[in-house]
Nanobody, 122 residues
Framework: QVQFVESGGGLVQPGGSLRLSCTAS????????IGWFRQAPGKEREGVSC????????YYADSVKGRFTISRDNAKNTVYLQMNSLKPEDTAVYYC???????????????WGQGTQVTVSS
């Protein structure tokens, strides 16, 4: 059974940092693209970043470029999202998912995890 588990969320002040982890079980990530998405209350799920597990190619949403960094550890079947200079508008539930293409479109991904809450507030 394919399963993702996200962790690392929490409450942080504006300007702070968090590192999210996304670990897969039930399959090997090597052939996939892994995406991080977020969904704030009342808003649609939006793509934040994605990475190719085979060669490390990564894409970012304009809203997080220069602040967020996605990385991978194939040996641990895990993808990370380092989030720096956090803003209140980054507050959302963050999800990871697997896809066969690299994109920031939620429709291109499946096997969603349960999400981890990130709250940026003073």
């Amino acid at each position: 059974q394919v399963q993702f588990v996200e962790s690392g969320g929490g409450l942080v002040q504006p300007g702070g940092s968090l590192r999210l982890s996304c670990t897969a079980s039930g399959f090997t990530l090597d052939a996939y693209g892994i995406g991080w998405f977020r969904q704030a209350p009342g808003k649609e799920r939006e793509g934040v970043s994605c990475i190719s597990m085979s060669d490390g190619t990564a894409y970012y949403a304009d809203s997080v470029k220069g602040r967020f960094t996605i990385s991978r550890d194939n040996a641990k079947n895990t993808v990370y999202l380092q989030m720096n200079s956090l803003k209140p508008e980054d507050t959302a539930v963050y999800y990871c998912a697997a896809g066969l293409v690299l994109s920031l479109r939620a429709a291109d991904f499946g096997s969603w995890g349960q999400g981890t809450q990130v709250t940026v507030s003073s």
